[in-house]
């Protein structure tokens, strides 16, 4: 079976996870903070598209946790652009980085999976991540990332912080961008619970397979 797919994220009031600059932006709470803690210590795997790594630099690791205990790192980077010191990279965690067939790249410090002709094969990648035993897979990002795995049809659970402020800008990225769904086609989403945590609330929705699209 393939691993359960949650995506989580942060996003302002008016639906941006960032402002014009792409720059990443503090937008959950302590107490959201400590619950995305909980998330990833409670995950086998944490993902994120190379775009997040390039911008934000995350380690992608949770403090307190060595080597062996924490998540498998993996990076979805078809073209392979994750910078060679990107803590990404760095000995806290072990790194999967996910590039198309066609690239030749590998990083020290990282393992390298090659699926895929212009783009990652998710599904693909699924089934490798589910050789590796992971069972749980926290996707946090970015925007283009998430779209493609709810293009997939790989998501089951959706997990939104909204914060209590506003950034504005009509380029400002939000949680799903990518080239979007054709006219006529969406992801059903059924809202399974809402929490207020400090200045924000979350919400966990569940992706409702069989609800033909609205």
Not at 173 to 195: H, K, T, W
Request: glycine share 10%; hydrophobic share 40%; aromatic share 4%.
């Amino acid at each position: 079976m393939r691993p359960h797919v949650i995506v989580n994220c942060a996003m302002t009031a008016d639906g941006k996870i960032a402002g014009k600059a792409r720059k990443q932006v503090r937008i959950s709470s302590p107490e959201d903070l400590d619950r995305v803690r909980r998330l990833r210590t409670e995950s086998d795997a944490i993902l994120v598209g190379v775009n997040t790594i390039i911008a934000d630099d995350p380690h992608l690791t949770v403090r307190g946790l060595d080597r062996d205990r924490n998540p498998l790192r993996v990076v979805l980077d078809s073209n392979g652009r994750t910078p060679e010191r990107a803590k990404v990279l760095d000995d806290r965690a072990r790194t999967l980085v996910a590039t198309c067939e066609g690239c030749a790249r590998t990083w020290e410090g990282a393992e390298v999976v090659r699926m895929g002709r212009d783009r990652v094969d998710l599904h693909a990648l699924m089934r490798e991540l589910e050789t590796r035993g992971v069972r749980r897979l926290m996707v946090e990002g970015g925007g283009e990332t998430i779209w493609s795995f709810f293009n997939e049809g790989l998501v089951d659970e959706y997990l939104v912080f909204v914060g209590s402020m506003v950034l504005g800008g009509r380029t400002s990225p939000s949680p799903v961008d990518g080239e979007g769904f054709e006219e006529g086609r969406c992801v059903n989403l059924g809202l399974a619970e809402s929490q207020v945590l400090g200045s924000g609330i979350l919400l966990r929705y569940e992706v409702l397979r069989d609800v033909p699209p609205a």
